[in-house]
């Protein structure tokens, strides 16, 4: 069955990095399209980023260009969102997802920043 797995969350000081991985099994990861949410308590799920299949990126959310960068090993059934100049509103719990028929998330990963 299809399963994504985050992983790479964690507490990181403003203007600090962190890279999340989405490890995905159970599907052919090299046809599908993938993207990356954030969702932060009492709100709805937000876009972040989107990455084709073949690699191109798709878009940003304006809150995050020029700061992350999304990218993915088809080699590897993994997607990336490099996270730099990390601010305290970035905080939140970060879920990659794939639309294979339906759409698929994963478990989330937590996202804080805070010094």
């Known amino acids: 069955q299809v399963q994504l797995v985050e992983s790479g969350g964690g507490l990181v000081q403003p203007g600090g990095s962190l890279r999340l991985s989405c490890a995905a099994s159970?599907?052919?990861?090299?046809?599908?399209?993938m993207n990356w949410y954030r969702q932060v308590p009492g709100k709805g799920r937000e876009f972040i980023a989107s990455?084709?299949?073949?690699?191109?990126?798709?878009g940003y959310a304006e809150s995050v260009k020029g700061r992350f960068t999304i990218s993915r090993d088809n080699a590897k059934n993994t997607m990336y969102l490099q996270m730099n100049n990390l601010k305290p509103e970035d905080t939140a719990v970060y879920y990659c997802?794939?639309?294979?028929?339906?759409?698929?998330w994963g478990q989330g990963t937590q996202v804080t920043v805070s010094s």
């Open positions: 990455i084709s299949n073949t690699g191109g990126v798709l």
């Open positions: 159970g599907f052919s990861f090299s046809s599908y399209a």
């Open positions: 997802n794939a639309h294979v028929s339906i759409t698929y």
